[in-house]
């Protein structure tokens, strides 16, 4: 199947989903929905996948559902725009939640949604000092690392956590 609104690499056991409508800063149309969906069938079936990151191209990460496509559908008397929701979102979250593998947003992770990945996932606890911010996290040769910055901006850490 050829992609037109994403890509999708497998690097390492991760396999890398990302949204590519930057033109409309990665709104959601059908056909990206369709896709995205179909991108998460094959993480859930393919044992060679251990994690899935869900990134996207252009500046911004996602804006949400592309307006121009629900405007039409609103016109239809046939249609209703529930069915947006319906087939496209849903299952999507459907997918995330019920992934037996572990997902990341690359639009940004802070220090809740990392103790939770590493506690679910990696069977590890994890905590931020209060006078830290989560910059960033990335899944690199089996580890994931984790950037810190102290809010006295000279001072940065990471912390690596072993998968």
Same mark, same amino acid.
């Given at each position: 199947?050829?992609?037109?609104?994403?890509?999708?690499?497998?690097?390492?056991?991760?396999? /890398? +989903?990302?949204?590519? #409508?930057?033109?409309?800063?990665?709104? $959601?149309?059908? *056909?990206?929905?369709?896709?995205?969906?179909? !991108?998460?069938?094959?993480?859930?079936?393919?044992?060679?996948?251990?994690?899935?990151?869900?990134?996207?191209?252009?500046?911004?990460?996602?804006?949400?559902?592309?307006?121009?496509?629900?405007?039409?559908?609103?016109?239809?008397?046939?249609?209703?725009?529930?069915?947006?929701?319906?087939?496209?979102?849903?299952? /999507? +979250?459907?997918?995330? #939640?019920?992934?037996?593998?572990?997902? $990341?947003?690359? *639009?940004?992770?802070?220090?809740?949604?990392? !103790?939770?990945?590493?506690?679910?996932?990696?069977?590890?606890?994890?905590?931020?000092?209060?006078?830290?911010?989560?910059?960033?996290?990335?899944?690199?040769?089996?580890?994931?690392?984790?950037?810190?910055?102290?809010?006295?901006?000279?001072?940065?850490?990471?912390?690596?956590?072993?998968?």
């Amino acid at each position: 199947m050829s992609l037109q609104f994403i890509e999708t690499n497998l690097e390492e056991g991760v396999l /890398i +989903i990302v949204l590519n #409508r930057p033109d409309v800063l990665n709104s $959601f149309n059908y *056909g990206m929905a369709e896709e995205v969906q179909d !991108a998460f069938k094959e993480a859930e079936s393919n044992d060679a996948i251990r994690c899935v990151l869900l990134t996207a191209n252009g500046k911004g990460f996602c804006a949400g559902q592309d307006l121009k496509e629900v405007t039409e559908i609103a016109k239809d008397p046939n249609r209703e725009l529930g069915e947006v929701v319906h087939h496209t979102y849903n299952p /999507i +979250i459907r997918a995330i #939640r019920t992934l037996e593998k572990p997902f $990341f947003l690359s *639009g940004g992770i802070d220090s809740n949604s990392l !103790a939770f990945i590493a506690k679910r996932y990696f069977k590890k606890s994890f905590s931020v000092a209060d006078n830290c911010e989560v910059k960033g996290a990335e899944l690199r040769d089996g580890l994931l690392k984790v950037s810190l910055e102290r809010l006295i901006p000279e001072a940065q850490k990471s912390r690596v956590i072993d998968i």
